[in-house]
């Protein structure tokens, strides 16, 4: 429920542009696959996702010998969903928490996307599911980070491990760590800092942070999430691309997603980046953060 109506603008956006399309066109012909393409462009699907996509489309419509736009709705829903899926299994990507033992989320993206609001939401989220939660305030280069990861340890009544601003990311997420582990806590979630212009300090203080995880817990990190703003569109997916060669992403948090008819992003990520999205954020509240499940994505787009 709560994924409809955050996603309201791009769902009107988009099913009244295909409504329109088909309600034109009746029939499927080469004209009508132009136009379709140009409204899932303008929905950020990404060029060549759209062409990957379309390909399908035509040979399904081939397959099944279909003329008129009558039930083309349904088809580009499947089509869509598979897009998103590829080859493998039609799942939702849970989050990698470990049953037993603690384990570490590292939270990497520029600033602005929604990287502390998404863990707050995202620790709340966990204590409600009964796990104990810690954050770590990595980021110590942004001015007010660590007031703000506070505010939000607050919110979600979790506890915050802080250094002054400016100290070693590395150190405050050592020290994170130690209490985590003395204090018996589920999961550790790492603020760090988010920025980009500058690829080879991020790439140097994002290795360091993860060799101090990788050093004092076996197989940690469990998740590096990069948080992705859905308002800036392909800018996002040129974003997941640079982080991706910085460090190994194996999930991503889609925020903002309430504030754009351009949802179309998500399965762009998928299909050109091969990373799940394992969150998206609808809204500024604590409770506004979901779990992305492709298929109530897509069929919310039509619904
Ligand atoms: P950071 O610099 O990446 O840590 O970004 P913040 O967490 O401070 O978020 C930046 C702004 O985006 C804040 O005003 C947040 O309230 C807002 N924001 C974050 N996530 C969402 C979301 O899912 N939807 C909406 N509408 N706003 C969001």
Not at 145 to 163: F, M, N, S, T
Not at 236 to 254: D, M, P, R, Y
Not at 268 to 296: M, S, W
């Amino acid at each position: 429920k709560k994924y409809q109506e955050g996603m309201t603008k791009t769902r009107n956006s988009f099913s009244s542009k295909i409504n329109d399309l088909i309600a034109r066109y009746r029939k499927v012909d080469e004209d009508f696959f132009e136009e379709l393409e140009e409204v899932l462009i303008t929905a950020d699907v990404g060029v060549t996702t759209v062409m990957d996509l379309v390909e399908e489309l035509k040979m399904e419509v081939k397959r099944q010998n279909i003329k008129d736009t009558n039930g083309i709705k349904d088809i580009i829903s499947e089509k869509l969903v598979e897009i998103y899926y590829g080859e493998d299994q039609a799942e939702i990507e849970k989050l990698n928490i470990q049953e037993q033992g603690l384990s570490v989320i590292l939270v990497v993206g520029v600033n602005g996307v929604g990287k502390t609001t998404s863990i707050g939401k995202l620790a709340h989220q966990l204590k409600q599911e009964g796990k104990q939660v810690i954050l770590a305030a990595g980021d110590t280069f942004r001015a007010g980070a660590i007031e703000q990861l506070e505010v939000w340890g607050e919110r979600a009544e979790v506890d915050v491990i802080k250094h002054n601003a400016g100290s070693d990311p590395a150190a405050v997420i050592f020290d994170a760590i130690k209490a985590a582990k003395s204090r018996q806590a589920d999961v550790l979630i790492c603020d760090t800092a988010g920025r980009l212009q500058n690829k080879v300090n991020l790439m140097n203080e994002l290795s360091k942070v993860k060799r101090v995880i990788e050093r004092e817990i076996p197989n940690a990190p469990h998740e590096v999430l990069l948080v992705l703003d859905a308002t800036t569109g392909q800018n996002a997916l040129s974003q997941a691309k640079t982080f991706s060669e910085v460090t190994n992403v194996s999930g991503i948090v889609l925020t903002k997603l309430d504030g754009t008819a351009k949802g179309g992003i998500v399965l762009a990520i998928r299909n050109e980046l091969h990373i799940p999205v394992k969150f998206v954020g609808l809204g500024e509240q604590v409770g506004d953060l979901q779990q992305f499940d492709a298929n109530a994505f897509v069929y919310g787009l039509f619904a």
